[in-house]
């Protein structure tokens, strides 16, 4: 992993190490625009984005809260639906189950309800925030905290978190060197994805995180 310019913030009475390079940059997500995909070739057609694999559960509580959302989902948003009668979970209530090579919550480029995460479109057919509605490693992508260091790191996903040395994945968005084309936002990341960060680390942490970035970038 590259090394990070870093800055500090205490969360919850705990000091993590903040990836000051990655939040002041222009990424944004390119699903549907030119992404991708993460399997071993690359392959924007097919529209998979990161779901050609199962999204993990966080725990006993998400699992059954995905679940629920689940199965109330209206077809119209839901290409898989009918499959999904059969549970939406694995054997093991770990991960989202694959269909069609992917997520069963993937609607691929033919439905006519439209492309995308089903959960992310109810949502907002509902007036929902869709991290409301997103297993909590979707809403969190690209975002990662680190926790194999002495203290807790918020950065990017990297190849090698992927596993595999990073070698199981053509093409990775949030690395600017391979992927410029995902680092063209109009907003930097700590604004563009202020909700997310909100909900990681609070509102007081988040505001104290905005205040010391929104200096950085001022003294540029």
């Not at 309800?113 to 979707?138: F, N």
Request: net charge negative.
């Amino acid at each position: 992993m590259k090394d990070l310019k870093t800055i500090s913030l205490t969360v919850d009475e705990e000091v993590w190490m903040i990836d000051v390079e990655f939040l002041q940059s222009s990424w944004k997500c390119i699903w549907g625009n030119g992404c991708k995909g993460i399997n071993q070739e690359p392959d924007p057609e097919a529209g998979l984005g990161c779901c050609s694999v199962g999204a993990q559960m966080l725990d006993v509580e998400e699992a059954m809260l995905i679940t629920a959302i689940g199965r109330s989902l209206p077809s119209e948003y839901f290409q898989n639906h009918l499959a999904a009668k059969d549970g939406v979970l694995n054997s093991k209530n770990t991960a989202t189950r694959l269909e069609r090579n992917a997520c069963i919550f993937l609607n691929h480029p033919d439905f006519v309800g439209g492309a995308g995460c089903a959960l992310h479109l109810a949502a907002i057919s509902e007036g929902e925030r869709p991290m409301d509605y997103k297993p909590s490693v979707c809403w969190q992508l690209p975002l990662k905290v680190d926790r194999s260091d002495v203290q807790p790191i918020l950065r990017p996903w990297s190849r090698s978190d992927w596993g595999d040395g990073g070698d199981s994945i053509g093409w990775c968005c949030s690395e600017k060197a391979e992927a410029p084309e995902s680092f063209t936002g109009e907003q930097p990341v700590f604004i563009s994805l202020a909700a997310e960060l909100t909900a990681l680390v609070g509102e007081s942490a988040y505001a104290e995180l905005a205040q010391q970035l929104t200096k950085l970038e001022t003294n540029l």
